[in-house]
T-cell receptor
Framework: KNEVEQSPQNLTAQEGEFITINCSYS?????LHWLQQHPGGGIVSLFM???GKKKHGRLIATINIQEKHSSLHITASHPRDSAVYIC?????????????????FGKGTHLIIQP | DAGITQSPRHKVTETGTPVTLRCHQT?????MYWYRQDPGHGLRLIHY???????DKGEVSDGYSVSRSKTEDFLLTLESATSSQTSVYFC?????????????FGSGTRLTVV
């Protein structure tokens, strides 16, 4: 059974710090997603990765398929970045093992950026 | 706006009563999903739909049923609510079942069963 592990579970940092959130998974995947869930509950997609690196504004996501590991980085963090960050993977073949849609979600990393 | 709305946003109900949550989309996406989110767990799939009247079970489907009579609406029903079904429920829509072409989550429904 595929497991998706995120670390840390909770992270509190000061405004301006460089933030790294990690995601590890145990089986082969075709894609990895990073999502953001703000207080109040709304969930939005940040990135979808199958290799390499993607950047959007102050957010950078990387993935190492061989090591089964992805990181989400936030540069020059700001209190508005406070949210839960969720990693989700889609299994190779997209079939069962992580839900009928083939997606397995991590438990999330709760990030607080203090002014 | 967001193209997907959930109703109600909050609901408190008594054990044993039936409850229906609604997910409505204006994007004409083929795929619709119901998830629940609980502390200590990642999002878990309850049921999903790949077209009108085409639905299938997810990993935590016991105690839930769904219906999709129109492209835009996906209903989740708790036939007889139990306290273990207290959760936050999210609907999601996707153009493709592979989630490659983009997907959107609803704002969630917080359900409390007392």
């Amino acid at each position: 059974k595929n497991e998706v592990e995120q670390s840390p579970q909770n992270l509190t940092a000061q405004e301006g710090e460089f933030i790294t959130i990690n995601c590890s998974y145990s089986v082969g995947i075709s894609a990895l997603h990073w999502l953001q869930q703000h207080p109040g509950g709304g969930i939005v997609s940040l990135f979808m990765l199958s290799s390499g690196k993607k950047k959007h504004g102050r957010l950078i996501a990387t993935i190492n398929i061989q090591e089964k590991h992805s990181s989400l980085h936030i540069t020059a963090s700001h209190p508005r970045d406070s949210a839960v960050y969720i990693c989700a993977v889609r299994l190779l073949g997209g079939g069962s093992g992580g839900g009928a849609d083939g997606l397995t979600f991590g438990k999330g990393t709760h990030l607080i950026i203090q002014p | 706006d967001a193209g997907i709305t959930q109703s109600p946003r909050h609901k408190v109900t008594e054990t044993g009563t039936p409850v229906t949550l609604r997910c409505h989309q204006t994007e004409n996406h083929r795929y619709m999903y119901w998830y629940r989110q609980d502390p200590g767990h990642g999002l878990r799939l309850i049921h999903y739909s790949y077209g009108v009247k085409d639905t299938d079970k997810g990993e935590v489907s016991d105690g839930y049923s769904v219906s999709r009579s129109k492209t835009e609406d996906f209903l989740l029903t708790l036939e007889s609510a139990t306290s273990s079904q207290t959760s936050v429920y999210f609907c999601a829509i996707s153009e493709s079942g592979s989630w490659v072409k983009g997907y959107t989550f609803g704002s969630g429904t917080r359900l409390t069963v007392v």
